[in-house]
């Protein structure tokens, strides 16, 4: 497989655009996307567990029963959620979107971002839609992919390519997320798509093993969203053998597809609010994969860990003591701790007690914008990843007064 | 039961002291606090469940095997945890604490408060022990709250009155907490005195119905510390017929062990690291108490609820994000909330969806430093109240830089 520029009108057949309709009251910023496929698409999704819902969710949910889509509508600056009339105005916006590209209200999946419980104001969506949909394009993925930021300093997309049974085949992305993350089985906005040949069960298999190790294993604030959301169409164009079963096209599939959500989990992760780094953690020897993962996830999610790595301080005892309340049966007794950058490498725990380091070193180390922690239990071969970021004075300030 | 001035020195036949003993480099901060009771005390207490816990909480659990003790030393600026000669400090602590007061090893209580995984440095303790157990007085409380203050800016201390049979019994109790602290079953540190006469399982009865519903309700920024321990003396000065059993009189002890613990852990959570305000949450109508429990628990953890709070904003839809991701079977659809203070009250949500509410008003009523959440789940009896403080720059700014 190989990284290609553009992010989800890559794949063969996709158009999309992004434009500013008036959700947000500031005009400079995007708040309309859509994809749209030329083909009728294999279709799957995973979704927030946060048990408040976004009504997007309820609709796209049922609009997915059947496995298939063509479009995909998504707005920022409202989540049309815990509203009474959010079912009505979210099946709105596939009406909208169906009559404006000509296709069924149930090909469509909606999604929308923002802030929660206010309602949505339909007229500029109605208006935006109209305007938007004769406007996609082959290279109208960046406008998209900037159409569903909303405390996102950077935008986030990707593509790829592999060769699957002698066809070349490509897998676009893109994502939002900045807050409000800690998902628990999807998360934030993850839009992928791909024009390879496969079965929606398969693809759904392929979305579900990616998101567990990548979208779920990224926490900037420990807050899971109401309405996360990762979804994925295939509409087959890059005319493959269709990949009905496991195999190792299904593999090579699978392999991009989660290549892919790990760049998305890592951008999403380094650009959350107010971050100066991206965090990784790496365990290993743990008794299980599972308790791998919630310790990874218990240390990136610590808001005295957190403010350490932004005061690029090496304090370790953080680590150890968020590993300490992590839930689950394992032994303290051999914890390896150590951490690292591009800079280098500093031990700063063996058999669960401090080990003597140069503080300048581990300053200079931790002050990059990329950092691990690696944590090796000694007990087991459990392994995970997991990614989050520093908590900085910009977190509270973007919180403080997110709405007005 | 009527509140008194004065802390864990208010009841009969207790003594305390607190003073710069050189752990902490910052001369004007005192850092070795000591309580003596003139005789023998039952005594109990609760610690951390933290997997990672310090070196003095396994002393201590050692040294109240018999339900006895009749002192109590703790250091701050030194956690005295994740070190390879934890034990062997802990344990010395108490041996040159009781040689100072004539006592027995095991009937001293040790706790430490401060950085983890750093060598507890013995001497200044050594000189400090020498130098303050000839200056503990009836009057000393005050000192020794100060003493245990690590990032706290406030001491906390207080101290109540009660008949029990006959006997005016008076209870005292000094605590400290500001930051690492979401208690899992004790937490951060309590001690409390008593000249009640009561047997040690009475005793512990008390202690863990008090902290149940107090000191593990406070969650200051979702870290469960290595260190937390509540303790009760109880030296049976007040001469009231003791109390061996459940009754009235147990009724009457408990209830004021619970307010003490209230108190306390209002002041801690108000005095959360860099906090402004203090963040009551109440929780009624839920399936069970648990289940209430937890609700309330995460809301007030809730870093984007945190912010929100910080910039007085209304920002509802975070806390009906922070109830759907609680873990437990309830449903979501008949929430209720209001937010409150000394200046009112608004209702931001009904039946699960937004209320329309002045803004200003709102504004107002959260600018005060003490604000109440109020959600009521309508499908149940379960109640449950938690505490907590906003989450500010100045949490950022204590935590980024802690150990230099």
Same mark, same amino acid.
């Given at each position: 497989m190989h990284k290609i520029t553009g992010g989800v009108t890559a794949p063969k057949g996709f158009l999309a655009g992004g434009i500013h309709c008036g959700v947000r009251a500031n005009q400079t910023k995007k708040d309309l996307a859509i994809?749209?496929?030329?083909?009728?698409? $294999?279709?799957?999704?995973?979704?927030?567990?946060?048990?408040?819902?976004? &009504?997007?969710?309820?609709? !796209?949910? %049922?609009? #997915?029963?059947?496995?298939?889509?063509?479009?995909?509508?998504?707005?920022?600056?409202? $989540?049309?959620?815990?509203?009474?009339?959010?079912?009505?105005?979210?099946? &709105?916006?596939?009406?909208? !979107?169906? %009559?404006? #590209?000509?296709?069924?209200?149930?090909d469509i999946l909606v999604a929308s971002t923002g802030v929660i419980g206010q309602i949505l104001p339909l007229e500029p969506i109605e208006k935006g839609i109209r305007e938007l949909s004769p406007l996609l394009t082959a290279t109208g993925g960046e406008d998209a992919a900037r159409a569903i930021m909303t405390t996102d300093t950077k935008k986030k997309e990707e593509?790829?390519?592999?060769?699957?049974?002698?066809?070349?085949?490509?897998?676009?992305?893109?994502?939002?997320?900045s807050g409000m993350i800690h998902p628990n089985m999807a998360t934030m906005l993850g839009f992928l798509t791909t024009d390879c040949a496969i079965t929606t069960p398969m693809l759904q298999k392929a979305l579900k093993l990616a998101v567990d190790d990548t979208f779920n294993m990224v926490s900037v604030d420990g807050d899971t969203s109401t309405n996360d959301m990762v979804s994925i169409m295939a509409n087959a164009m890059a005319e493959n053998p269709i990949i009905d079963q496991d195999g190792s096209d299904f593999d090579a599939f699978a392999s991009v597809v989660k290549e892919i959500c790990t760049s998305m989990s890592k951008q999403i992760a380094g650009d959350g609010e107010g971050a100066t780094k991206l965090i990784e953690c790496n365990v290993t020897g743990a008794p299980s994969i599972p308790l791998a993962k919630s310790i990874a996830k218990t240390i990136i999610t610590s808001s005295l860990t957190k403010t350490a790595m932004f005061g690029a301080d090496a304090n370790w005892g953080r680590v150890l003591c968020a590993i300490g309340y992590t839930e689950g049966d394992f032994s303290v007794d051999g914890i390896y701790v150590d951490m690292a950058s591009a800079k280098g490498?500093?031990?700063?725990?063996?058999?669960?007690?401090?080990?003597?380091?140069?503080?300048?070193?581990?300053?200079?180390?931790?002050?990059?914008?990329?950092?691990?922690?690696?944590?090796?239990?000694n007990q087991g071969?459990?392994?995970?990843?997991?990614?989050?970021?520093?908590?900085?004075?910009?977190?509270?300030?973007?919180?403080?007064?997110?709405?007005?």
């Open positions: 994809i749209y496929s030329q083909k009728n698409c $294999a279709a799957a999704a995973v979704y927030t567990q946060n048990k408040v819902f976004g &009504a997007p969710i309820t609709v !796209t949910k %049922n609009n #997915l029963a059947n496995g298939m889509a063509q479009a995909l509508v998504c707005n920022s600056g409202n $989540a049309n959620t815990c509203n009474a009339d959010g079912i009505e105005k979210a099946e &709105a916006m596939c009406v909208l !979107t169906a %009559n404006a #590209l000509g296709l069924a209200p149930e593509a790829y390519e592999i060769s699957i049974g002698g066809k070349i085949v490509t897998i676009g992305a893109m994502a939002k997320g490498k500093i031990v700063v725990c063996e058999n669960g007690a401090g080990v003597p380091f140069d503080e300048d070193t581990a300053k200079n180390i931790l002050l990059e914008e990329e950092v691990q922690i690696n944590v090796n239990l071969n459990g392994t995970a990843t997991a990614w989050g970021c520093d908590l900085t004075y910009d977190y509270v300030k973007i919180n403080g007064d997110y709405r007005t």
